[in-house]
């Protein structure tokens, strides 16, 4: 009885240990990834554009976060919240969008993903996302053109168009709408 309990617990822990190995093996997707956006709709008509995922929660496989894009008729970005989950294999991706539709993929490198998003319907489409991971890493000096030595949301835009928004929002720690070379340090290092 003592060794069947012995081998028991053994096998228990050894379980136990490769879940964890397993669940450490999914890749990190938080970030912010831009790309190229190709869409057909029902009509047959074809439009490309450009599109952001900000992935900004993860908990092993699970990820959540939202994308936007802009509209022929606004400058400013119009965003849709996801929910999502990585494969098994750790290179597949499916995301739940919160209004409509679903999109799945595929990590293509550590820095690279492919998307498909199908909707049916009324308002049927299929697009597809070539999507790279972007890195905040431009100087405060390259930023600040006006030399102002703070960075307000049009200088931003000339950047990053489709982050600007969240930059603004997460960076200026004391909400004057501009932000310090210091707040852009700390921000930047979190990213």
Known sequence: MKRVLSCSLVVLVLVMMSSLSFAADYPEVRGSWVG??????????????????????????LFAGYKAW???????????????????DGVSLYFAEHEDGYT???????????????????KAKAIYYDMERIRFSRAFVDIDKDGSKTIIRSEIVNVYPLNAERIMREADVNKDGKLSKKEWEEWKKNK
């Open 70 to 88: 802009f509209s022929d008729k606004s400058d400013y970005a119009i965003t849709e919240g996801f929910s999502g989950i990585i494969g098994a």
């Open 36 to 61: 190229f956006v190709k869409m057909i709709k029902k009509d047959g008509s074809t439009k490309d554009s450009k599109a952001m995922f900000v992935i900004n929660k993860q908990d092993g496989p």
């Open 104 to 122: 799945q993929g595929r990590l293509t490198g550590k820095e690279n993903m492919s998307l498909y998003y199908l909707e049916s319907g009324r």
